[in-house]
Each structure stands twice: as structure tokens, then as C-alpha cells.
């Protein structure tokens, strides 16, 4: 099965900093959807995204569902220390999702 | 509370030894889900069901098996193991909508495979 190319595979940030990633794929995705997973945990929904072009926030975090369906980014905007985990891209065409490889994420207070 | 439970949290097992993951929700979803994921594969989805008796294979369903005979349980079953299925695993759940595929996970199952 296809996999979402994330980028990129991790992160080291100062707190208080804009962070970015983001996923792409050679095929059409119907929706799109964020995760964060802290460790031993499951992975828990951020935003879902469900139009072209749509751009939704949720606190400091802000996606956006790319034009040509084939992509998607991610801004979390003024980083904490709880930001800290991975977070997974995935895309849903048809009745499967399919994710991306994660973004390790590490804030230094 | 809404939520997806796994059980066992933790299993060490030997090759070839049966065993069944359970996986429970207590939000009336129709569709749940099998994953495991791996270092830097992400998450792979091995089976899904769009509701009680109606399962479809994922990306990777060799050497598993699922039932879904009830709405909220949906166990994974693993007939004869083998150390290539050592992995973290998760069970999913969400409504059956076209507006919606908002996935929600269990808190996962450790298993590790000699």
C-alpha cells in the first residue's frame, strides 16, 4: 500500500518558535487528518480537513488541505514543551486511511 | 467516558503460539480498524470493518485475521505468529460517515514475538 511521504522525520525547536511539516502523496486524497501521539499513548486527532483548499485552526494549530488534493501542512504556531510527541498526516481515500511516517517533535524550554 | 479499549496493554509470545487481541468502543461506531505500527513506517493498516460482519483487508493483512460479529468488539487474531509481526498495534473506531472519518484510537498493545 502507499504511504505519505512526511516531512520532515523530526524536529528540534526552542520553545516559543512556529514549527511547520507537512505530507504529499502521488495520488488524490478525500480527507485529510492530523494526529498527535505522545508517548505509550494512542494517537489522538488535532484537525481533520475535508474540502480543497480548506484552511482550519484549532488553538496554536493551524492545516490546510492542499489544492490539488495530493497534500497537506501543518503550523503549530508559538511551540511549548507539551508539543512535544510525533505527529502522523493521513489521508483517506475511499475506506482506508493511509498515514504518513511521522514528525518527531522536540521542544528545548 | 467514550473510548477504545485493547487488551493485553503488554504480550510476550513464542512463534506459533495462537493468541487475540481484543478491541472494544462504547461510542456505537460502525467502522473500526487494525494497525501496527512500526519505526518509521508510520502507522499500516492491517483490517477494517464497516460494521458487524462486513471486515476488508488493508495494506497489510498477511498473517492475521479479524471477526466482527458484534458492533463494539473487534478482536485481531493471530493464528501462528512470527517475529516479523513483533510491533506495536492499534484498534480504531469512528462513525461511518461520508463527512466524517475521524478516527479514534485504543491506547495500543505491545507485542513482541521470539
Known amino acids: 500500500g502507499q504511504q505519505l511521504n512526511q516531512s520532515p522525520q523530526s524536529m528540534f525547536i526552542q520553545e516559543g518558535e512556529d514549527v511547520s511539516m507537512n505530507c504529499t502523496s502521488s495520488s488524490i486524497f478525500n480527507t485529510w487528518l492530523w494526529y498527535k501521539q505522545d508517548p505509550g499513548e494512542g494517537p489522538v486527532l488535532l484537525i481533520a480537513l475535508y474540502k480543497a483548499g480548506e484552511l482550519t485552526s484549532n488553538g496554536r494549530l493551524t492545516a490546510q488541505f492542499g489544492i490539488t488534493r495530493k497534500d497537506s501542512f501543518l503550523n503549530i504556531s508559538a511551540s511549548i514543551p507539551s508539543d512535544v510527541g510525533i505527529y502522523f498526516c493521513?489521508?483517506?481515500?475511499?475506506?482506508?486511511?493511509?498515514f504518513g511516517g511521522g514528525t518527531r517533535l522536540m521542544v528545548k524550554p | 467516558e467514550a473510548q477504545v479499549t485493547q487488551n493485553p496493554r503488554y504480550l510476550i509470545t513464542v512463534t506459533g503460539k495462537k493468541l487475540t487481541v481484543t478491541c472494544s468502543q462504547n461510542?456505537?461506531?460502525?467502522?473500526m480498524s487494525w494497525y501496527r505500527q512500526d519505526p518509521g513506517l508510520g502507522l499500516r493498516q492491517i483490517y477494517y470493518?464497516?460494521?458487524?460482519?462486513?471486515?476488508d483487508k488493508g495494506d497489510v493483512p498477511e498473517g492475521y485475521k479479524v471477526s466482527r460479529k458484534e458492533k463494539r468488539n473487534f478482536p485481531l487474531i493471530l493464528e501462528s505468529p512470527s517475529p516479523n509481526q513483533t510491533s506495536l498495534y492499534f484498534c480504531?473506531?469512528?462513525?461511518?460517515?461520508?463527512?466524517?472519518?475521524?478516527?479514534?484510537f485504543g491506547p495500543g498493545t505491545r507485542l513482541t514475538v521470539t
Open positions: 461510542m456505537n461506531h460502525e467502522y
Open positions: 480504531a473506531s469512528s462513525k461511518l460517515a461520508s463527512s466524517s472519518y475521524e478516527q479514534y
Open positions: 493521513a489521508g483517506r481515500r475511499s475506506n482506508m486511511l493511509t
Open positions: 470493518s464497516m460494521n458487524v460482519e462486513v471486515t
